[in-house]
T-cell receptor, first 112, second 116 residues
Framework: DQQVKQNSPSLSVQEGRISILNCDYTNSMFDYFLWYKKYPAEGPTFLISISSIKDKNEDGRFTVFLNKSAKHLSLHIVPSQPGDSAVYFCAASAGAGNMLTFGGGTRLMVKP | DTGVSQDPRHKITKRGQNVTFRCDPISEHNRLYWYRQTLGQGPEFLTYFQNEAQLEKSRLLSDRFSAERPKGSFSTLEIQRTEQGDSAMYLC??????????????FGPGTRLLVL
C-alpha cells in the first residue's frame, strides 16, 4: 500500500508560469513533509519542508501548502524557470529523525 | 565539499558476486540512512543508524544485505550473492539528531549498481 502518492507522473509548464505539483498521503502519523528535486544520475536535493503544525511554508520561488484534513500537500513554483526541469519527489516522515516515505515522483518540464 | 559522499558512483557486477558500497555523511551528522531507488520509483528506505547503532531495518533488507557504521562516521552497505533484482541506485542520506523538531535528510549522489 502506497502511503505517499504523486498521481501526476509528468507536468509541462511554460517558462514564467506557475508550476503546481501535488502529493497525497494516507498515514495520519506523518508530521513532517519534504520536497526533493532530482536530476538524472544524481541524488535528491532538498528543496523545502513543512511541519504538520503549519499549513504553508515559503522559500523564494517555492511554496509548500499542507491540507491535513485532506491529507494533501502541494508545491508551487513561481515563476517557473527552465532550470527547474527535473523530477520532484514529495516525502513524509512520522516523528523526528525517522525514515522518509517517498512518492513516485513527478517529472516537471519547463519550456522556454 | 562538505556534502554526503558515496563511493563508488557506479558498479557493474556479475550475478552471485558480493559488492560493498561506502557512504561518508556530512560531518557531525549522527544519523545515517540507506535508501534504494529503482527506475520510475521513489527512493525506498532500507536501514538507519544513529551513531554506530543500527536502529531500524526495512523488510526490503534481506539477509543478503548488511550495513555497518562501526565508528559512527562512515557506513558500508554490503550485498552478498547479488541478484539481477538488486540492480538499482543506492542512496545514502544523513541528518543531525533532532531533539524537538524534525531534521532534514541530505542525500549523497548515489551508487548505481548493475547486476548482469
Amino acid at each position: 500500500d502506497q502511503q505517499v502518492k504523486q498521481n501526476s507522473p509528468s507536468l509541462s509548464v511554460q517558462e514564467g508560469r506557475i508550476s503546481i505539483l501535488n502529493c497525497d498521503y494516507t498515514n495520519s502519523m506523518f508530521d513532517y513533509f519534504l520536497w526533493y528535486k532530482k536530476y538524472p544520475a544524481e541524488g535528491p536535493t532538498f528543496l523545502i519542508s513543512i511541519s504538520s503544525i503549519k499549513d504553508k511554508n515559503e522559500d523564494g520561488r517555492f511554496t509548500v501548502f499542507l491540507n491535513k484534513s485532506a491529507k494533501h500537500l502541494s508545491l508551487h513554483i513561481v515563476p517557473s524557470q527552465p532550470g527547474d526541469s527535473a523530477v520532484y519527489f514529495c516525502a513524509a516522515s512520522a516523528g523526528a529523525g525517522n525514515m522518509l516515505t517517498f512518492g513516485g515522483g513527478t517529472r516537471l518540464m519547463v519550456k522556454p | 565539499d562538505t556534502g554526503v559522499s558515496q563511493d563508488p558512483r557506479h558498479k557493474i557486477t556479475k550475478r552471485g558476486q558480493n559488492v560493498t558500497f561506502r557512504c561518508d555523511p556530512i560531518s557531525e551528522h549522527n544519523r545515517l540512512y540507506w535508501y534504494r531507488q529503482t527506475l520510475g520509483q521513489g527512493p525506498e528506505f532500507l536501514t538507519y543508524f544513529q551513531n554506530e547503532a543500527q536502529l531500524e531495518k526495512s523488510r526490503l533488507l534481506s539477509d543478503r544485505f548488511s550495513a555497518e557504521r562501526p565508528k559512527g562516521s562512515f557506513s558500508t552497505l554490503e550485498i552478498q550473492r547479488t541478484e539481477q533484482g538488486d540492480s538499482a541506485m543506492y542512496l545514502c542520506a544523513s541528518s543531525p539528531q533532532a531533539v524537538h523538531s524534525q531534521e532534514t535528510q541530505y542525500f549523497g549522489p548515489g551508487t548505481r549498481l548493475l547486476v548482469l
